[in-house]
Nanobody, 121 residues
């Protein structure tokens, strides 16, 4: 059974930073591409970025230059570093594991429970 557990969410002021972590258990994290998605109230789940099994990363345009994704293989953990946060980044953030890195949520099989990020002005 593969499980993904997010941590690191919280409340910050605009301009601040947070680092989210996604701990993968049941398989080594390198087995899967890991994607990050955000869901704000009343909105659909939106793609943030992914990291492939080989370490290639891609992030969506709205967060490019502010968010980066990295993988700690020894700890079976993927991180989402979020800098220069603004109130529009407020959402529940989910990590997901799948075979193929993709910006489409349907490509991912395993999902974490989500972690809340709140950015106030």
């Amino acid at each position: 059974q593969v499980q993904l557990v997010e941590s690191g969410g919280g409340s910050v002021l605009a301009g601040g930073s947070l680092r989210l972590s996604c701990a993968v258990s049941g398989r080594t994290s390198r087995t899967y591409a890991v994607g990050w998605f955000q869901q704000a109230p009343g909105r659909e789940r939106e793609f943030v970025g992914f990291i492939s099994q080989g370490g290639y990363t891609f992030v969506a345009d709205p967060v490019k230059g502010r968010f980066t994704i990295s993988r700690d293989n020894a700890a079976n953990t993927v991180h989402l570093q979020m800098n220069s946060l603004n109130p529009e980044d407020t959402a529940v953030y989910y990590c997901a594991g799948g075979v193929t890195p993709s910006d489409n949520a349907r490509a991912y099989v395993y999902w974490g429970q989500g972690t809340q990020v709140t950015v106030s002005s």
